[in-house]
């Protein structure tokens, strides 16, 4: 059984799925979520599910040890980042060399970066006049949104869609698709 933190900040759509995933498998265990915000939706999440919580802050990520000797004495063997904002420091990197992943709703390269988040992500890729747009699983590395990508899956873009309208066809792909290629990942990389 492995051990994964996700870390997320928002409202936790995507770690909820992950943990209804693995609840009933035997490969993986959700054995702790990282979050940022104290009134994120995903701490709700984590509690409904008796799942242990890390409530971080700024000082001891960026200017500490950036959690890892908590992490690892959790054995925390993967990182998963669902929803979660800030940049992740070299030292949480380099404790974890390919094993960390995000999700990204778009198709990377395009659409990426710092900044690049939320509906901001939805409105550029309707204001650009996009054809389809969809999601990216990729390792993280110290830049943002650059690592190697894992998975992309797409969905087209109708002339009524909005930036809400895709922002649901991109949840639906993100839940179907990201607990696997997290099964999928650890598995190989473990
Ligand atoms: C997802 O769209 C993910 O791609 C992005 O943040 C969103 C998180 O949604 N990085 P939720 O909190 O999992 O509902």
């Not at 490969?27 to 702790?32: K, L, R, S």
């Not at 809400?164 to 999928?184: D, G, N, Q, R, Y």
Request: negative net charge; glycine residues 6%; charged residues 25%.
């Amino acid at each position: 059984m492995k051990r994964i933190a996700i870390f997320a900040s928002g409202a936790g759509s995507n770690a909820a799925k992950i943990i209804e995933y693995f609840s009933t498998r035997n490969t993986i265990e959700v054995a702790v979520i990282v979050c940022n915000k104290p009134d994120a939706g995903v701490l709700k999440i984590a509690a409904d599910h008796d799942i242990p919580t890390i409530l971080i802050g700024k000082e001891t990520f960026f200017r500490g040890d950036a959690y890892v000797a908590e992490l690892k004495s959790l054995n925390i063997d993967f990182i998963v980042l669902a929803g979660f904002l800030w940049k992740i420091p070299q030292q949480l990197i380099a404790a974890y060399p390919n094993k960390m992943i995000n999700i990204h709703p778009a198709l990377l390269p395009k659409y990426g970066g710092k900044g690049m988040y939320g509906n901001k992500v939805h409105e550029t890729v309707i204001a650009n006049k996009e054809k389809e747009s969809g999601i990216t699983i990729h390792f993280v590395n110290e830049h943002f949104d650059e690592g190697e990508h894992i998975f992309q899956a797409t969905c087209s873009i109708d002339e009524t869609d909005d930036a809400a309208t895709l922002a649901a066809k991109i949840h639906l792909l993100e839940h179907e698709h990201f607990p696997k290629v997290i099964e999928s990942v650890v598995d190989e990389k473990n």
